[in-house]
């Protein structure tokens, strides 16, 4: 019998969300971290009219989709590389720069593709304490080991909503050894770009690299369209092993509409925001610990995996889908996706109601 590699048997599957509601119960996923909303209207007319050509083959260096992110976001197009997500980004760095004798190096509660990625590219993965779930940058440097090659850090993170300052980046690349490649994951960047802080200029020194996606704020997650700044030799590297079609002519068309609506975006996320602190606030008059987020999500702390788990599935026997964060180091925690308002009012009158009826 044919068998996979010793260290993909290894391998668990990937955790997909259960999103099995009950029978004649509604679903309301608040679980996956999608938009609230759907796309702009102007992606989703893009898309529909470049339905047309899709008798041809997409674009495989995403000329006008770099030329407009280029230009939306002042950067250099030869820095930039799209791909299927930035999970396919992801995947392929560590392909690239993680191997047996290059270890991956992460926060403790980061975004558990970073350990799948590693033990994909038979690499050792290694984590580092957080603080009041937030990467710290003391402990990642004192976890640094001879081996590490690739350090992932997820900024806002995901799946605790925590954010570091630049400052704090800038000062881990600064002691990192310069063969440590070092990826800031800015999947939710968007939502905490009113802060004012580029991250972007950090790729100039050679060994960084900066993810963004077109999956959260854009409302995009099924196009599936992820970019990235990156080194040139380090961009040259990559390409070597990505699809050369990772994009299909629909997703680039999409991509490029809703980077030009960028008011709708700024809607969306302003929305959000909106929301999002509405319930931390009610959660937390309620008794509830809420960790301070700047993406599209509230980690909420349960104190203990016993009342995780009991909370979750009293939502779940009302068809109301959290996430559990068992695979992320919190197993007291659940993660709530910011949707719909009426959707989240839902949720909010039964995490209230409990906490009433536990006093």
Same mark, same amino acid.
């Not at 529909?48 to 989709?65: F, G, I, K, R």
């Not at 593709?113 to 937030?134: D, K």
């Given at each position: 019998?044919?068998?996979?590699?010793?260290h993909i048997q290894a391998m668990a599957p990937y955790a997909l969300a259960d999103l099995s509601s009950p029978e004649r119960v509604p679903l309301i996923s608040l679980s996956q971290n999608e938009s609230l909303?759907? &796309?702009?209207?102007?992606?989703?007319?893009?898309?529909? @009219?470049?339905?047309?050509?899709?008798?041809?083959? &997409?674009? /495989?260096?995403?000329?006008?989709?770099?030329t407009a992110l280029g230009q939306h976001h002042r950067l250099d197009p030869k820095n930039i590389l799209c791909g299927n997500g930035s999970l396919d980004l992801i995947s392929c760095l560590a392909r690239c720069f993680a191997g047996p004798d290059r270890a991956v190096l992460a926060p403790? @509660?980061?975004? /558990?593709?970073?350990?799948?990625?590693?033990?994909?590219?038979?690499? /050792?993965? @290694? +984590?580092?304490?957080?603080?009041?779930? +937030?990467a710290s940058v003391d402990a990642l440097l004192r976890t640094v080991r001879r081996e590490t090659g690739l350090l992932f850090i997820a900024n806002p993170g995901n799946p605790t909503g925590t954010r570091i300052p630049i400052s704090e980046l800038k000062r881990l690349r600064a002691a990192l050894r310069d063969d440590i490649l070092l990826v800031i994951d800015e999947a939710y960047g968007e939502f905490a770009d009113h802060l004012g802080e580029r991250v972007f200029d950090m790729v100039t020194g050679g060994n960084t690299v900066v993810l963004r996606t077109f999956s959260k704020a854009y409302g995009l997650a099924g196009c599936r369209v992820g970019w990235?700044?990156? &080194?040139?030799?380090?961009?040259?590297?990559?390409?070597?092993?990505?699809? &050369?079609?990772?994009?299909?002519?629909?997703?680039?068309?999409?991509?490029?509409a809703?980077?030009?609506?960028?008011?709708?975006?700024?809607?969306?996320?302003?929305?959000?925001?909106?929301?999002?602190?509405?319930?931390?606030?009610?959660?937390q008059k309620a008794g509830y610990k809420i960790y301070p987020s700047f +993406?599209?999500?509230?980690?909420?702390?349960?104190?203990? /995996?016993?009342?995780?788990i009991r909370i979750d599935h009293i939502l779940r026997g009302k068809g109301i889908f959290l996430r559990p964060q068992d695979g992320a180091g919190l197993p007291h925690c659940l993660r709530m996706t910011v949707g719909p308002s009426e959707h989240m009012e839902k949720a909010l009158e039964i995490l209230e109601a409990e906490k009433r009826a536990a006093t």
């Open positions: 019998m044919t068998r996979a590699q010793t909303r759907s &796309p702009s209207p102007l992606a989703i007319e893009a898309a529909t @009219h470049a339905l047309a050509d899709s008798a041809l083959y &997409p674009d /495989p260096d995403w000329t006008n989709l770099r403790a @509660h980061a975004y /558990p593709f970073f350990r799948t990625v590693a033990q994909m590219s038979n690499a /050792p993965f @290694h +984590t580092a304490p957080e603080i009041e779930a +937030t990235g700044v990156f &080194p040139i030799n380090i961009a040259i590297e990559l390409r070597k092993i990505m699809n &050369p079609n990772s994009l299909t002519t629909m997703s680039e068309a999409a991509a490029m809703a980077l030009n609506d960028d008011a709708y975006m700024r809607e969306t996320c302003s929305r959000t925001i909106e929301l999002r602190d509405g319930a931390a606030a009610r959660l +993406t599209n999500f509230l980690l909420i702390d349960l104190e203990t /995996p016993a009342e995780a």
